[in-house]
């Protein structure tokens, strides 16, 4: 396969995922924003937090002078200039399908054509608040809706690996900006840990990456912090957790080297990180740190994506 067309593939699957992961975040941040706070408390500072995990606050605040629900909303749904932007990531996500239209199934290209087509269509002044919640299922299901027309119609080759290596980087990526939410929202009312308000935002965390009622099953009891976590980073069987992606992100790598017959430093990478998964010990990230650990992750799981196109000539 041709480096570009392996570019072209990996990124495909991450604009997808991202345009999932930014209504993910937009859900934490509307959900937390609903608890009721009194009026010094910075009211704002649940959408500042989501655009900092988001990654986006730098060119938000370069246009606006201040974090609102409005404008946050718009930057992260459908401000072209924001390139994570879930109109940019569906627009460019098309843009490499359609450039590598015969390295997709029909059932892929049309679930991307569609959702593209559909989403430029909404006018970001008709997203009220009671609209927000169903607009940001309709982008889930549509991600869905790709993801299951790629399980169930490609052929377990370069194209499947280099689609879920994208997929799960960018999942992983995603999962850990979520916890982080909850660190910049939480740290400065250290008092309120343990508090009825505190369980509500750790629920909106669980909900907001499909987790609240599988929590309940694993564990059989209310929300303990230690153990969300636990749950979204080390519990293999948890699909969206840090361990998950990266169970699948060293199979899809191994199944790239007996295709190509080579191995390359991201396989090296890739299994330390998920070796460190599987030892992790919960306790031992809360000493060092939550944010911290989530800091150093992101930075690994970025250093893998550069590492994957070096290796496969992205640039070629």
């Not at 909404?122 to 997203?127: F, G, R």
């Not at 299922?137 to 370069?158: E, P, V």
């Not at 280099?162 to 992983?172: D, K, N, S, V």
Request: hydrophobic letters at 40%; charged letters at 25%.
């Amino acid at each position: 396969m041709l480096g570009r067309t392996a570019n072209d593939l990996y990124w495909l699957a991450r604009y997808v995922e991202r345009a999932e992961s930014m209504a993910r975040l937009i859900e934490v941040g509307y959900r937390i924003a609903l608890l009721p706070r009194d009026e010094d408390e910075g009211y704002n500072e649940e959408w500042r937090s989501t655009l900092a995990s988001a990654g986006c606050a730098e060119g938000y605040l370069a246009k606006y002078e201040t974090p609102n629900a409005r404008d946050v909303i718009n930057w992260l749904l459908f401000d072209t200039s924001n390139s994570s932007s879930v109109l940019s990531c569906l627009t460019a996500a098309r843009r490499n399908g359609r450039a590598q239209r015969t390295a997709l199934t029909r059932d892929m290209w049309v679930a991307l054509n569609d959702s593209w087509m559909e989403f430029s269509k909404i006018k970001p002044e008709d997203v009220t608040a009671n609209h927000l919640p169903d607009l940001l299922d309709w982008i889930r299901s549509r991600s869905a809706l790709f993801r299951g027309a790629m399980l169930n119609t490609i052929l377990r080759a370069d194209t499947y690996y280099f689609i879920q290596i994208g997929t799960f980087l960018e999942r992983a990526d995603n999962t850990s900006r979520i916890l982080d939410v909850k660190y910049f929202v939480l740290l400065p009312e250290i008092e309120m840990v343990g508090s009825s308000v505190d369980n509500v935002q750790w629920g909106a965390i669980l909900r907001s990456v499909s987790a609240h009622r599988s929590y309940r099953w694993v564990y059989k009891q209310n929300y303990r912090p230690w153990r969300i976590a636990e749950y979204l980073i080390f519990n293999r069987a948890m699909p969206r957790s840090l361990r998950a992606c990266y169970d699948l992100i060293n199979t899809s790598l191994d199944g790239l080297a007996q295709l190509c017959g080579a191995r390359h430093e991201c396989h090296d990478t890739a299994e330390e990180i998920r070796r460190f998964l599987c030892e992790g010990d919960i306790n031992a990230v809360f000493q060092s740190g939550l944010h911290e650990f989530l800091v150093d992750f992101i930075s690994k799981n970025n250093r893998l994506g550069h590492q994957v196109a070096e290796a496969y000539h992205f640039n070629g």
